[in-house]
């Protein structure tokens, strides 16, 4: 029986131990010393992201004109991107830290990899549902489209929710036609529909939707105006349908919680409404199981076989899988973060290490044969 452990005899133990931390040791170097590594799109992601912070700057210029203070509190990059807690115009409740940490040019630069992940190229036509709840987060997915050549049809919902875009006199639709008219966008939206509870402002005050009104007229963008959400859900799909001309739509972008985009679902045996499950953050190319009793423009282009862009959850899914900064008091910089960068494990270390760690593997193999020998001749 001693026989079956002659390893630990005829090896001195010291060697094993030493063997040991020898493996501990290339374990460590491996998982230390990584390389960076330029991820894919890098140079659209760049261009993707300083477009998204032009237009944060003329926005910035945009509320300085008209006298509209900048709270540095609630607001600390100081871009002018962050709302009120409420007003007029807020049609439904939102965080303030999921709003400060969409303030980010570089969240452009994660619209460029989604892009590229489902396999849009230039000149294909997307359709793209966007709020005024996440402003940043809006101009980051048009500049990423218009980086790579894309052919976006827009559809706005005017409302915001708390902290986003719920400034009276500068409204998501207001910011987007400036942006149009200092021609840092060359896109105009398709069509723009009230937004917020049944894409009619409904629970609104008429002061408010009056408001979001004249931000329509002005603009002079086409007025989506339906009866409710599934009338929404209708009207917005034949709209995309009408102006895509004949072109197959690639793919369908979503940018906050509107209700006709991605859907409500009924508890059952009540009439109210509650949001679904959620449709996931990122891509979705096939239909959840949990989406099939819901009607939305998503789960419409989903039953077609059009994948999804989902952005909503900021704070909880994206800024921690993309390792976007949380709430940040700076601007982080262009070019910035894991989605240009990224430290990877250095392969050809890695395989060095490896064969290192086979030849003493090896040499200590023929060594406890050597002493498996001298010991059975004693």
């Not at 980010?104 to 989604?114: R, S, T």
């Not at 996440?134 to 915001?160: C, E, R």
């Not at 894409?199 to 979001?212: F, H, S």
Request: hydrophobic share 45%; with cysteine.
């Amino acid at each position: 029986m001693k026989n079956m452990y002659w390893h630990q005899k005829f090896l001195p133990r010291y060697v094993i131990i030493g063997f040991c931390v020898f493996m501990l040791l290339s374990l460590f170097v491996v998982e230390h010393f990584l390389s960076d590594k330029q991820q894919p799109y890098f140079q659209q992601k760049l261009d993707a992201s300083s477009l998204t912070f032009k237009a944060f700057m003329d926005i910035r210029a945009a509320r300085e004109s008209l006298g509209v203070e900048i709270n540095r509190k609630l607001d600390p990059t100081g871009m002018g991107l962050i709302g009120y807690k409420s007003s007029a115009i807020t049609t439904d409740p939102g965080t303030l830290y999921a709003k400060r940490t969409s303030v980010n040019p570089n969240l452009a630069a994660l619209f460029v990899q989604w892009y590229g992940d489902v396999g849009l190229q230039k000149g294909d036509t997307v359709a793209v549902a966007m709020t005024g709840s996440f402003p940043a987060a809006d101009m980051a997915a048009v500049a990423a489209a218009q980086t790579l050549g894309l052919k976006p049809l827009i559809i706005l919902s005017a409302g915001a929710s708390n902290y986003g875009a719920n400034i009276p006199k500068l409204s998501i639709v207001d910011m987007y036609r400036i942006l149009v008219k200092d021609k840092v966008f060359d896109v105009a939206p398709i069509g723009v529909s009230l937004g917020g509870s049944r894409d009619k402002a409904y629970g609104v005050t008429p002061e408010g939707i009056g408001i979001l009104d004249e931000a329509i007229k002005k603009s002079g963008y086409h007025f989506l105006k339906v009866t409710g959400t599934n009338d929404s859900i209708k009207r917005r799909l034949a709209l995309y349908k009408k102006e895509a001309k004949g072109d197959p739509i690639k793919a369908y972008i979503n940018v906050g919680g509107g209700m006709a985009s991605i859907g409500l679902k009924k508890l059952k045996g009540s009439m109210s409404q509650i949001p679904p499950q959620s449709l996931p953050s990122g891509i979705t190319k096939s239909l959840p199981v949990f989406l099939t009793g819901v009607n939305s423009v998503a789960v419409n282009f989903l039953k077609e076989g059009i994948p999804v862009i989902n952005m909503r959850d900021i704070t909880d899914t994206l800024a921690k899988q993309y390792s976007f900064p949380y709430k940040p008091s700076v601007l982080p910089l262009v070019g910035t973060g894991s989605m240009y960068i990224s430290p990877e494990y250095n392969t050809a270390l890695a395989a060095g290490i490896l064969i290192l760690d086979l030849a003493v593997l090896i040499a200590l193999a023929w060594l406890s044969r050597k002493y498996l020998i001298t010991y059975k001749r004693k």
